[in-house]
């Protein structure tokens, strides 16, 4: 086996990028949350709603969801191949952490826009 049949040397490279990349919006995105709440904390439903419901709030939130996801999938899928062998339960264990990822993006798409709805 020569090293030309191991692939590139750089092949992990997007998905080690991306990771640090969503770890940045997540800390980022933490810290200012953290912070808002903090020196202004807010009481009641009604003042949360109102916090949510502007639409750089409710954009940086969707975005934070969903980066939360991929980081997940990217962390995940490296645990993935790093721990069981190619074929079927590699195969099977991506597809199902897949799915469920998906379905809570998709959960988070309708908490976050549910009451944009007519």
């Known amino acids: 086996m020569s090293a030309r049949d191991l692939g590139s040397a750089r092949a992990g490279l997007n998905g ?16 200012f949350a953290t912070l808002r709440l903090l020196l202004d904390p807010i009481t009641d439903y009604p003042a949360w709603r109102a916090w949510l419901s502007g639409g750089a709030m409710r954009l940086a939130l969707a975005v934070f969801l969903l980066t939360a996801i991929v980081h ?17 339960w590699r195969f099977s264990a991506s ?24």
């Open 16 to 31: 080690w990028l991306a990771q640090r990349i969503t770890a940045l919006y997540l800390a980022g995105f933490s810290l």
């Open 72 to 88: 997940g999938w990217l962390g995940v899928r490296s645990v993935l191949m790093d721990y069981l062998h190619p074929g079927g």
């Open 95 to 118: 597809v199902a952490v897949g799915l469920g990822l998906l379905a809570l993006a998709l959960w988070s798409v309708q908490i976050v826009f549910w009451d944009l709805r007519p």
